[in-house]
């Protein structure tokens, strides 16, 4: 949940890097928090205002901490435009997300796993 809350705090940063288990775990609760909200509204009877309402205030933090992921395998953040192209988009988007990060420093920053804790 650390991670969670760690992209929502960092959600207009788009310069730095960020490493796959903080993008995972991002996605990872994001999803279950979509499924719960989805499973709730369908039970209670309620159109889908709830979930709607969250997937706007997560949209930006998502694309930041994708942005950043994309800088901790030295690509540029705009290879997230990618995810516009149904499906080959979407492939060649996991492969780099799935990357590990670039060891060392590079162009975006230090590199997150080198890092001491905060």
Do not use: C
Request: aromatic share 14%.
């Amino acid at each position: 949940m650390e991670w969670y809350i760690k992209v929502l705090q960092n959600f207009g940063d788009f310069q730095s890097r960020a490493r796959r288990k903080e993008y995972w775990m991002f996605v990872l609760v994001n999803f279950l928090i979509l499924m719960v909200l989805s499973i709730l509204e369908t039970l209670i009877g309620l159109p889908t205002v709830i979930s709607s309402l969250y997937s706007l205030v997560v949209l930006i933090p998502g694309i930041a901490v994708a942005v950043r992921r994309m800088h901790d395998t030295n690509k540029s953040g705009w290879w997230v435009l990618i995810l516009l192209l149904p499906f080959i988009g979407w492939i060649i988007f996991l492969i780099f997300a799935i990357q590990d990060s670039e060891a060392g420093a590079n162009r975006f920053g230090p590199n997150p796993k080198e890092q001491p804790a905060a």
